[in-house]
């Protein structure tokens, strides 16, 4: 050893020798970057009721083009929430097990809206649970993101479940005659409900409803057309407690929370849209219940506060329980 640091300058060389094999040895540890996201899932109780919110992924919209306001405004006021367009958008369903049913409320995008989308199956996988084991699938309206993972291939995603939604958007999406008439860009929304329900249709497990109607014990269908001719809310009670589940009454949490009457321009008919959201932020406002949105931020569930003019989005608690 007295020989081995016997002068300054060879005690330094071999530190720097080691030092050298040491930052080489962690160098080559180092871990790649992961780049994705766990499946996505979050689950609460609802009085007796659980519930599971489901990611089907994020989709990036032009938002500040797509919302019925002067894109300088949007633009201030998503910067105002950190955040600016084109927007990463959640698209979220919802699970609910009742204890005698298992009822999915929207069923993703599968491949009808990008690449980015199409993880329902996965998340409700990783949820404990498999697609045959859901009992009943209820559609907020027909559009892409909400249908298409209804479809596996070209087979039925959910093979032992009912498909439910209002007639009065089965009779619009659903329409050869309604498609024909219908502007080229929007022809594909006909297209994906068609396809996304033509293995129920020719089981006969499509079964339209029309209006207000409880569909299972403590789950109620709400008529809010606007968005479409027969958007539905989904009202989700048990023991008290409730939860609305909003579908599309609302897309951009940063603008609409604050100005309910900023329209979108994938509205059907943009002034009954506008009056059932503002009806539907002050309800839940006045009564405390819990919301769920189908492009909140996942996993979309909180509370509403009036706040001046407008709203603020409480988002649940977590809880491991």
Known sequence: MNTMFSTPARAA???AAVAGIFCAAH????????????PGFY???LGDFEVTALSDGTVVLPVNKLLKAEQPKVDKMLAKSFVSSPLETSVNAYLINTGSK????????AALFGPTLGKLSASLKAAGYQPEQVDEVYISHLHPDHVGG???????????????????????????AEMDKAPAESK??????????APY?????????????????????YASAGHTPGHTTYVVESKGQKLVLLGDLMHVQAVQFDEPGIGINFDTAGK???????????????????????????PGVGHLRAEGKGYRFVALNYSQN
Do not use: C
């Not at 160098?27 to 766990?38: G, T």
């Not at 479809?151 to 209002?166: C, H, K, S, T």
């Not at 079964?207 to 569909?215: A, D, Y």
């Open 13 to 15: 060389s071999l530190f």
């Open 201 to 221: 249709l020719k089981a006969d497990k499509f079964q339209p409803f029309t209006g207000n109607t409880e569909l299972v014990p403590g789950v109620k269908s």
């Open 272 to 298: 009954h849209a506008v009056a059932e959201r503002k009806q539907a932020f002050a309800a839940a406002a006045k009564q405390g219940y819990l919301i769920g949105a189908s492009h909140l931020p996942f």
């Open 102 to 109: 298992l009822v999915l409320i929207d069923a993703g995008a």
């Open 27 to 38: 160098a080559s540890a180092a871990a790649p970057l992961a780049k994705f996201q766990a």
């Open 188 to 197: 594909g929304f006909f297209q994906g409900a068609m396809g996304a329900l």
């Open 150 to 176: 209804l479809l596996a291939g070209e087979q039925a995603a959910f093979p032992n479940a009912i498909v439910r939604a209002d007639k009065h958007d089965a009779d619009f999406w659903l329409s050869q």
């Open 43 to 45: 689950r609460m109780s």
